[in-house]
């Protein structure tokens, strides 16, 4: 029995206000599953910043997906006009799941 299968581990970080979009890119891309997770904070070239909870100005989080290599590379394709205008952070990861079935 093969215990690890190959998929693909996608994490985004975007503002907040750009959700929408990104999860519709995500469903023409095929992508089936996601997690989403706050960022409180970081720094980074454009440097430091933090949450900001009165007005929510600043906030981000962060897309995550574990999918099969095609709808990974589909997926960044649709998000590539979006990089440098968003300066959006993506993170392409090779992982290996137990379940594949999971992460189709």
Known sequence: MKLAFDRVR?????????????????KDAGLTGYTLLPAL????????????????????????????????????ALLEPLLEPHRLMVLYTPVHVVRSSKFA
């Open 41 to 76: 904070g970081g720094e980074g070239f454009a440097g430091r910043w933090s949450e900001d909870s009165v007005t929510a100005a600043q906030s981000k989080m962060v897309f995550m997906s574990v999918t099969a290599t095609e709808k990974a590379e589909a997926f960044i």
């Open 10 to 26: 996608l994490d985004v970080l975007l503002d907040r206000p750009l959700l929408p979009e990104i999860q519709r890119l995500a």
